[in-house]
């Protein structure tokens, strides 16, 4: 093999080294980036609706956040019995929707000045709530929350919580996408419960 044969080979053989060592080893061609933020909002099946609908999201999960039971059962959790509320997690792409407008999506979709309780639901469980997980997401709540007190669109003082992310329990099956399985069912519960008139006083019409 001639000098500069060898040259060449090497040479090559640099370039790909330096390309591997300047490419994450975690980076799969074409991944989506992804992130998560949770909220409680009374029943997580009409969370788990409201949220789908956003531009960006990637999945919505049911489940549980905020209590002190582990591994809690809907039972449990419907009884006020763990502490916990009924809560989504939401796993969105943070290029095509920033966390702000899910806050904004968030505040469309719940009844802030109730405490305790949620259209037809009452109890602790069904609070309303945003779990934040670093500082920028508690700093963004609490400025989305401020903004909503200075416009005085309430008579009324905010209670929705904000407070720091805990373990997030994902619900039972048959819960996940409860309105898609059982749309007849979950649309009789929706409008008996009297969520989107209630929404419509609230915030006027969306």
């Known amino acids: ?22 490419t994450p080893s ?3 061609p074409g991944a989506a980036t992804k992130a998560k933020a949770y909220f409680a909002g009374g029943c997580f099946w009409c969370m788990e609706e409201a949220f789908e609908k956003v531009d960006g999201v990637l999945a919505v999960v049911s489940g549980y956040m905020g209590g002190t039971v582990a591994n809690p059962t809907y039972e449990q959790v419907s009884a006020g019995r763990t502490g916990h509320a009924e809560a989504v ?20 979709n719940v009844d802030p000045v109730t405490p305790n309780a949620q259209f037809c639901d009452h109890g602790s469980q069904y609070r309303s709530a945003v779990f934040y997980a670093t500082d920028e997401e508690k700093r963004l709540a609490e400025a989305s929350k401020a ?28 819960h996940q996408d409860y309105y898609k399985k059982n749309p007849i069912r979950y649309k009789y519960y929706k409008f008996s419960c009297g969520r989107a008139q209630r929404l419509e006083a609230l915030w006027g019409k969306p």
């Open 89 to 108: 997690e939401v796993t969105y792409d943070p290029e095509k929707v920033s966390y702000q407008k899910l806050l904004d999506a968030f505040w469309r």
């Open 26 to 28: 975690n980076a799969a």
């Open 147 to 174: 903004a909503i007190e200075q416009a005085k669109q309430f008579p009324v003082p905010i209670v929705t919580e904000l407070v720091p992310a805990s373990t997030f329990y994902q619900a039972e099956d048959y």
């Open 1 to 22: 093999m001639t000098t500069q044969r060898r040259l060449t080979l090497f040479t090559i053989g640099l370039l790909i080294g330096m390309t591997f060592a300047l």
